[in-house]
C-alpha cells in the first residue's frame, strides 16, 4: 500500500463502507421481496399463472441476492486487505495503479 498515499487510500475506505452499507441494504430488500419468504404464499391450490409467477419471482430474487453477495464478498475482500497492509496489489504482488482502484476499489487484477 505503500503506493497509495494515505489521503486517497482513506478516500478509498470510506467509498468501500459505503458501497458495503448499501449493498447490506439491498440484501435486505431482496430477501424481504423473495416470495419464498412470505409466510402467506399460496402453496399447494394456486393457479399455473401464479405459481409460474411466483417461481419467476423466486430466481430472481436468488440471482440478484447472489450478484450481491459476491458484491458484498468482493468489498469485504477489499477491506480485509486493507487491514492487512495489501490493499492494492494483485495476488503476485505487482501494484495497482491508483486510477484503476479509484475506478473500481475492489480491484485485484491489472488491466492489460
Known amino acids: ?57 423466486i430466481l430472481e430474487s436468488e440471482v440478484v441476492g447472489s450478484e450481491v453477495v459476491d458484491m458484498l464478498a468482493r468489498v469485504n475482500g477489499a477491506l480485509d486487505r486493507m487491514e492487512k497492509g495489501i490493499y492494492g496489489l494483485t495476488h503476485d504482488g505487482k501494484e495497482i495503479p491508483i486510477q484503476r482502484l479509484l475506478v473500481d476499489p475492489t480491484a485485484t487484477t491489472l488491466v492489460q
Do not use: C, F, G, Y
Open 1 to 57: 500500500m505503500k503506493h497509495i498515499p494515505a489521503d486517497v487510500l482513506q478516500t478509498l475506505k470510506q467509498r468501500l463502507l459505503e458501497r458495503r452499507a448499501k449493498l447490506s441494504e439491498v440484501q435486505k430488500v431482496v430477501d424481504e421481496a423473495n416470495p419464498v419468504h412470505n409466510e402467506d404464499r399460496v402453496n399447494n391450490n394456486a393457479s399455473p399463472d401464479t405459481d409460474a409467477r411466483e417461481e419467476a419471482q
